[in-house]
T-cell receptor
Framework: NAGVTQTPKFQVLKTGQSMTLQCAQD?????MSWYRQDPGMGLRLIHY???????DQGEVPNGYNVSRSTTEDFPLRLLSAAPSQTSVYFC?????????????FGDGTRLSIL | QKEVEQDPGPLSVPEGAIVSLNCTYS??????FMWYRQYSRKGPELLMY????GNKEDGRFTAQVDKSSKYISLFIRDSQPSDSATYLC?????????FGQGTRLTINP
């Protein structure tokens, strides 16, 4: 029972490089989201999706793109990495949405931008 | 002002102690209240879930919600070293889900 799987677990990038953080869930959840976790800031919502083909911005979307072509996958793309994007990134999913539903989290991707 | 305020700690207590973790909030639309536990280098996992005001007990854990004071609490009885983790409160309503900063808790044997 995999739940939410994130890859890679660790990554170091240089400023200006691009990369994609992968997220996959096997629970047939419609709602998926990306958060970043920084010391003293808690979890902040980057982007979310309510179903395949539908995405929207969260609290801190600048510098990130997402797409949702299947129910299972929700990749997060960094277009041109900046040191301010050094963080731990978590993908989460739930059956219908953020309200009244427990969120299932992956174990995160630790990203350092040099 | 943040919608959800949580003391980040760190909090260190001896094994067997009763632990009290708290959050305050400002948005009256919040109706669902949750506590997540996050072990080091892991994702948050749901620990307790309550709807509206009142108490909910699950083993050594008790969650309390006081909507009139906009205050929620998590109590851990007979704390164990395995309870050492970061605890995040979360609340949702009106299409929003907001997390607190998290409190880092250490239980010393």
């Amino acid at each position: 029972n995999a739940g939410v799987t994130q890859t890679p677990k660790f990554q170091v990038l240089k400023t200006g490089q691009s990369m994609t953080l992968q997220c996959a869930q096997d629970m047939n959840h419609e709602y998926m989201s990306w958060y970043r976790q920084d010391p003293g800031m808690g979890l902040r919502l980057i982007h979310y999706s309510v179903g395949a083909g539908i995405t929207d911005q969260g609290e801190v979307p600048n510098g990130y793109n997402v797409s949702r072509s299947t129910t299972e996958d929700f990749p997060l793309r960094l277009l041109s990495a900046a040191p301010s994007q050094t963080s731990v990134y978590f993908c989460a999913s739930s059956s219908t949405g953020p309200v009244g539903q427990p969120q299932h989290f992956g174990d995160g991707t630790r990203l350092s931008i040099l | 002002q943040k919608e959800v305020e949580q003391d980040p700690g760190p909090l260190s207590v001896p094994e067997g102690a009763i632990v009290s973790l708290n959050c305050t909030y400002s948005n009256s639309a919040f109706q669902y209240f949750m506590w997540y536990r996050q072990y080091s280098r892991k994702g948050p996992e749901l620990l307790m879930y309550t709807y509206s005001s009142g108490n909910k007990e699950d083993g050594r854990f008790t969650a309390q919600v006081d909507k009139s004071s906009k205050y929620i609490s998590l109590f851990i009885r007979d704390s164990q070293p395995s309870d050492s983790a970061t605890y995040l409160c979360a609340m949702s309503g009106a299409q929003k889900l907001v997390f607190g900063q998290g409190t880092r808790l250490t239980i010393n044997p």
